[in-house]
């Protein structure tokens, strides 16, 4: 299994913090934040591989970092460098993901996260699902709250856990249930990435990803334990790392 962390953003949200770091190495109760998600990754087993999707601007930070912390949790890094220097010429979540299966030459099960998404769980029941189903995996999260899904998107499954209904950016939710930014792509679904770069999609925002495979594939999903943050501003950082800073 490979994992590919998605770290090329700018984060212009959070200026002046992530004009010289990026999001992911930022702290959280006292260590970078993509930690706390690898740290909980890890227990899934079987990873023998992680690539750090990053930009021109930041991939000597993440090099850095990864060989002190490759040290201490015994797993293997590359840092890829999409070449991006701003907003204006970024390749897009999803074009970054297919930036690294071409160049890495990836022919394997993937897990792919967001290196902002924090969780305060274990993630070892994600990875014993998707074994078990061998179909692309969407984590998801009830968020409690019609308005809030309006950032995010909206999801309705059936009675397998199976998507019938994905919409990014609902303007109308009906359900408070959100698939976030951890997937689980098998080898036989690396093609349909490809084909979906290749038609001129939308190559930003991973949950379209999703929206286009369903009705091709089934596509199912698991509810991520405890809590979960996607650190998109200063106040769901501050939140973070008082909730972290507590535990």
Not at 35 to 62: C, Q, S, W
Not at 141 to 158: A, F, P, T
Request: charged share 20%; with cysteine; aromatic share 10%.
């Amino acid at each position: 299994m490979k994992v590919i962390i998605l770290a090329a953003g700018y984060a212009t949200r959070l200026y002046p913090l992530t004009l010289t770091q990026p999001k992911p190495l930022l702290p959280v109760a006292g260590k970078p934040m993509v930690e706390h998600v690898l740290d909980n990754l890890a227990p899934m087993g079987g990873i023998d591989r992680i690539y750090v999707v990053t930009n021109a601007k930041f991939a000597g930070h993440f090099e850095q970092w990864s060989k002190s912390y490759s040290a201490k949790a015994k797993l293997n890094f590359t840092t890829v460098n999409d070449h991006s220097t701003d907003d204006s010429n970024k390749l897009g979540a999803i074009g970054d993901i297919n930036y690294v299966i071409n160049t890495q030459n990836v022919d394997d099960d993937i897990v792919v996260v967001a290196g902002d998404n924090l969780f305060d769980t274990p993630l070892t029941d994600f990875g014993r699902f998707c074994r078990e189903k061998n179909a692309p995996a969407l984590a998801v999260y009830d968020v409690g709250n019609l308005e809030e899904i309006k950032k995010y998107n909206s999801i309705s499954v059936d009675s397998s856990g199976k998507i019938t209904f994905f919409e990014e950016k609902p303007k109308n939710p009906t359900s408070t249930l959100t698939g976030i930014a951890l997937y689980y792509y098998p080898k036989h679904t690396i093609p349909l990435i490809k084909q979906y770069i290749a038609e001129g999609n939308n190559p930003d925002q991973p949950g379209r990803l999703v929206q286009w495979l369903y009705p091709r594939t089934p596509v199912y999903t698991w509810r991520v334990p405890g809590l979960w943050y996607d650190i998109g501003s200063k106040e769901t950082l501050e939140e973070a790392n008082r909730i972290f800073a507590k535990k």
